[in-house]
C-alpha cells in the first residue's frame, strides 16, 4: 500500500495550479517551466497514486470525479501552506480580492483610492462575479460575498447590510401624479426571479401590488443606469448609489420604506499574509 509521505508535496501544488486554471500552458507560465514538465508531473502524480486526476481529450483537460474530490481536499491545504510560509517569511503580495460585479465597481474600487493613499506598496487585484454566494471558481485571499436575509451565508463576517428603497430620476418622479400607486410606476427587474421586489414588497406589506415590469437588466449597475436614464425604479441600498443621490440624478421614492434585503459578508481564510490583514482593517473601518 503506498504510504502517503511518498507521494510528491510538488507534484500536488503543480495540480492544484492545473485543475484551478484547467491549462497545462498556465500552471507552466507561472511556475516558470515548461508545459512538458507540469505534464510530467501531473502523470507521475497519477502514477504514485494509481489513478486518473484528469480526462484528456482534443487538447481539452477536464477533472476526473476521482481529481474533482481530490482537488476539494487539497486545495485549501495548498493555500493554506502558502499563506503559512509568506507569514513566516514576511513575504509581500497582492492582496486578491473577489467581490459581486456592482458592489465592486459602485463601492469598493471608488473607495481603494483612500487605500493606496495610505499604503501605496500594496498592490489590490480584484475579480467580480455576478452569482449570489461564494465563488471558487478564481482562487483569492479575501472573498465577499452577498446574500439574501432570507438565507445568509454563514462562516463570514458580515460587512455591509444590504438595505434597499426604490430610487428613481427626479425627471420621472416630476412626471407621476401619486408616488404612493407603484403600480403606476415603471419598475426595473434586475434579478432573474424578482426575489427582491417580492420581498421589499412583502416587508411593506404590499405583496399584492402587482408592479410593471417594462425593462430587465442581468446587472444590478445596468439597472440603476437604465433609472438615472428615467426608465423606472430601481430598487438598491444608498451605499451603492450616494454619488447619484448627491448629484441629483437619482432620488429615493417618497414615503418608501429602507428594507433588510441581504448582507455582503466578508470570508477569509484562517492565515492571512501581512498585507491581506492591512487591508481588512482598512475595508471594515472603511464601511
Known amino acids: 500500500m503506498l504510504r502517503p509521505s511518498r507521494i510528491s508535496l510538488n507534484a500536488i501544488r503543480v495540480f492544484v495550479l492545473v485543475a484551478e486554471h484547467g491549462s497545462l500552458k498556465r500552471a507552466a507560465e507561472i511556475l516558470h517551466v515548461t508545459p512538458g514538465a507540469v505534464s510530467r508531473q501531473i502523470?507521475?502524480?497519477?502514477?504514485?497514486?494509481?489513478?486518473?486526476?484528469?480526462?484528456?481529450?482534443n487538447n481539452s483537460l477536464h477533472l476526473s470525479e476521482t481529481g474533482e474530490a481530490f482537488f476539494q481536499q487539497v486545495r485549501p491545504s495548498i493555500h493554506s501552506l502558502h499563506r503559512a510560509i509568506e507569514l513566516a517569511t514576511g513575504e509581500s503580495r497582492a492582496v486578491n480580492v473577489q467581490a459581486p460585479t456592482t458592489m465592486a465597481s459602485r463601492w469598493l474600487i471608488p473607495a481603494l483610492v483612500d487605500f493606496k493613499k495610505r499604503w501605496p506598496d500594496i498592490k489590490v487585484s480584484i475579480s467580480t462575479h455576478d452569482s449570489i454566494g461564494l465563488r471558487d471558481a478564481q482562487p483569492a485571499d479575501l472573498y465577499i460575498a452577498y446574500s439574501p436575509a432570507s438565507d445568509p451565508l454563514p462562516g463570514g463576517d458580515i460587512l455591509i447590510e444590504d438595505r434597499c428603497r426604490p430610487y428613481l430620476a427626479p425627471q420621472l418622479l416630476s412626471q407621476i401624479v401619486d408616488p404612493s400607486d407603484l403600480s403606476s410606476i415603471p419598475a426595473l427587474q434586475s434579478t432573474g426571479s424578482n426575489?427582491?421586489?417580492?420581498?421589499?414588497?412583502?416587508?411593506?406589506?404590499?405583496?399584492?401590488?402587482?408592479?410593471?415590469?417594462?425593462?430587465?437588466?442581468d446587472l444590478d449597475d445596468v439597472a440603476i443606469r437604465?433609472?438615472?436614464?428615467?426608465?423606472?425604479?430601481?430598487?438598491?441600498?444608498?451605499?451603492?448609489?450616494?454619488?447619484?443621490?448627491?448629484?441629483?440624478?437619482?432620488?429615493?421614492?417618497?414615503?418608501?420604506p429602507e428594507v433588510?434585503?441581504?448582507?455582503?459578508?466578508?470570508?477569509?481564510?484562517?492565515?492571512?499574509?501581512?498585507?491581506?490583514?492591512?487591508?481588512?482593517?482598512?475595508?471594515?473601518?472603511?464601511v
Open 260 to 286: 433588510l434585503l441581504g448582507y455582503y459578508s466578508l470570508h477569509m481564510p484562517e492565515i492571512l499574509n501581512a498585507d491581506a490583514k492591512t487591508f481588512i482593517r482598512w475595508l471594515k473601518d472603511s
Open 226 to 256: 437604465a433609472a438615472i436614464a428615467g426608465m423606472g425604479m430601481v430598487l438598491a441600498p444608498k451605499f451603492i448609489i450616494h454619488d447619484d443621490v448627491d448629484a441629483g440624478r437619482l432620488c429615493a421614492l417618497p414615503q418608501s
Open 43 to 57: 502523470s507521475s502524480l497519477e502514477d504514485m497514486m494509481g489513478v486518473r486526476l484528469f480526462r484528456r481529450s
Open 195 to 217: 426575489w427582491d421586489w417580492t420581498a421589499w414588497l412583502q416587508h411593506t406589506e404590499t405583496p399584492d401590488i402587482a408592479l410593471r415590469f417594462d425593462n430587465a437588466f
